[in-house]
């Protein structure tokens, strides 16, 4: 697991962007007290992910770019255009609220 953010940081955003490496960026997203990590970039045109509106009834992400949809909790497209789904990486937060994100690899890489 790779320590990328505090509790702290993250709540006053919601939404962060972080980088696992070089390369490899995160989206950290707080929805109803969890913690959810995906791939950064829309799977449609690479648009920032962080920077989309998240619903958390449905626990989704919009894309800023063109709306595509997607699931937080497992990554899945549910609106078009984008279609193929987003990693999700697991993720810990410890006592001291620091969160990590288990580096699986992904698909893309
Ligand atoms: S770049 Fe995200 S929907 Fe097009």
């Known amino acids: 697991m790779i320590a990328?953010?505090?509790l702290h940081e993250l709540s006053q955003r919601q939404n962060q962007l972080v980088w696992l490496?070089?390369?490899w960026p995160i989206a950290l997203f707080m929805v109803g007290g969890q913690v959810y990590a995906v791939d950064a970039h829309c799977t449609h045109q690479e648009a920032w992910l962080h920077e989309g509106d998240v619903?958390?009834?449905?626990?989704?992400?919009s894309c800023p770019l063109h709306q595509a949809r997607f699931n937080l909790q497992t990554g899945k497209a549910t609106h078009g255009p984008a279609?193929?789904?987003?990693?999700?990486?697991?993720?810990?937060?410890?006592?001291?609220?620091t969160i990590y994100i288990e580096p699986i690899t992904p698909w893309w890489r």
């Not at 619903?55 to 992400?61: I, R, S």
């Not at 279609?83 to 609220?97: E, F, I, K, N």
């Open 21 to 23: 490496e070089t390369n």
């Open 83 to 97: 279609a193929a789904p987003l990693m999700v990486y697991p993720t810990q937060v410890d006592s001291a609220g």
């Open 4 to 6: 990328v953010s505090t």
């Open 55 to 61: 619903n958390a009834d449905t626990c989704e992400v």
